[in-house]
């Protein structure tokens, strides 16, 4: 995990993965409660790819019937759905690939079967940092290899020390 800047000041943005919130429980649950009263308290907001999304029970062909805890969350504020990537920005397309190439290296998979979610994650941080969205991103997510290289990424494609990734399990055993 990299500590190069503060997340919580006034231009950083939080982008999260499924594990996240799968890691909370249900609505209900301290853990899920602790996670919004910490983005309320620092008045953040995560931000989740589209992918993350569908994963939490979002799309609306995977969706159970009543209002699902992500759902809820995005409209009380404190996580929001980022667009699609723009996937013709050869930065985007770069750091993704990047991502995966580490992913494959460091678990020992084929690049073919990491999961889109986890380049998604670098998709959406890339674009927040490139657009000026935001000055830094941190990228909280429970796999270590995903957060490992979209910092790896990032930073071998010109966002040294503008994203660092936290640990989802730690920062739920900090908040509880």
Same mark, same amino acid.
């Given at each position: 995990?990299?500590?190069?800047?503060?997340?919580?000041?006034?231009?950083?943005?939080?982008?999260?993965?499924?594990?996240?919130?799968?890691?909370?429980?249900?609505?209900?649950?301290?853990?899920?409660?602790?996670?919004?009263?910490?983005?309320?308290?620092?008045?953040?907001?995560?931000?989740?790819?589209?992918?993350?999304?569908?994963?939490?029970?979002?799309?609306?062909?995977?969706? !159970?019937?009543?209002?699902?805890?992500?759902? +809820? @969350?995005? &409209? #009380?504020?404190?996580?929001?759905?980022?667009?699609?990537?723009?996937?013709?920005?050869?930065?985007?397309?770069?750091?993704?690939?990047?991502?995966?190439?580490?992913?494959?290296?460091?678990?020992?998979?084929?690049?073919?079967?990491?999961?889109?979610?986890?380049?998604?994650?670098?998709?959406?941080?890339?674009?927040?940092?490139?657009?000026?969205?935001?000055?830094?991103?941190?990228?909280?997510?429970?796999? !270590?290899?995903?957060?490992?290289?979209?910092? +790896? @990424?990032? &930073? #071998?494609?010109?966002?040294?020390?503008?994203?660092?990734?936290?640990?989802?399990?730690?920062?739920?055993?900090?908040?509880?």
């Amino acid at each position: 995990m990299t500590e190069s800047f503060d997340v919580f000041q006034e231009s950083g943005a939080w982008v999260a993965d499924t594990g996240l919130f799968v890691a909370c429980g249900r609505q209900q649950h301290n853990k899920y409660t602790a996670l919004e009263r910490f983005a309320r308290r620092n008045d953040l907001t995560f931000v989740i790819p589209q992918r993350v999304y569908d994963e939490l029970g979002g799309a609306p062909d995977r969706s !159970t019937p009543g209002q699902t805890p992500i759902n +809820s @969350a995005i &409209e #009380a504020g404190w996580v929001k759905v980022a667009g699609e990537p723009d996937y013709t920005n050869s930065v985007v397309s770069r750091v993704m690939d990047d991502v995966r190439t580490f992913i494959a290296h460091s678990s020992n998979r084929a690049e073919d079967t990491i999961e889109k979610t986890d380049t998604a994650l670098a998709a959406v941080t890339v674009e927040l940092l490139d657009t000026g969205e935001s000055d830094f991103v941190c990228v909280v997510t429970t796999d !270590t290899d995903a957060g490992e290289g979209v910092v +790896s @990424a990032l &930073e #071998a494609n010109g966002f040294a020390n503008r994203v660092q990734w936290k640990d989802g399990f730690e920062l739920i055993d900090e908040i509880t």
